[in-house]
């Protein structure tokens, strides 16, 4: 289980139109990556979390670890990998979490 806090937070950029695995990270988020080994990764998780609630879920194949040959597999397979996500936000404290 991963939690996000978001703590300060005054902006709360997101996009409504947008759905999972959309390009969340041109907004506000919070992301989690995790990598299965102690060294650069050139493969990992990567999990974002919008304060609109939205995720979006990747497993990203970087051969070079500078993006010229990224390859992403989104993970959207919910009966297989059952990613969900809760969040909330407090506006006046200014802050938002998800779990």
């Given at each position: 289980?991963?939690?996000?806090?978001?703590?300060?937070?005054?902006?709360?950029?997101?996009?409504?139109?947008?759905?999972?695995?959309?390009?969340?990270?041109?907004?506000?988020?919070?992301?989690?990556?995790?990598?299965?080994?102690?060294?650069?990764?050139?493969?990992?998780?990567?999990?974002?979390?919008?304060?609109?609630?939205?995720?979006?879920?990747?497993?990203?194949?970087?051969?070079?670890?500078?993006?010229?040959?990224?390859?992403?597999?989104?993970?959207?397979?919910?009966?297989?990998?059952?990613?969900?996500?809760?969040?909330?936000?407090?506006?006046?404290?200014?802050?938002?979490?998800?779990v």
């Open positions: 289980e991963l939690t996000f806090e978001a703590q300060h937070e005054t902006s709360y950029l997101v996009n409504d139109t947008f759905v999972i695995n959309d390009p969340l990270w041109m907004w506000s988020v919070m992301e989690a990556f995790i990598a299965t080994e102690n060294h650069d990764p050139t493969e990992y998780l990567e999990f974002e979390v919008a304060p609109n609630n939205m995720i979006w879920t990747g497993f990203i194949h970087n051969p070079n670890k500078d993006f010229s040959t990224k390859a992403t597999a989104f993970i959207d397979d919910w009966d297989t990998y059952p990613i969900t996500s809760a969040t909330t936000r407090d506006v006046d404290a200014q802050t938002w979490k998800s």
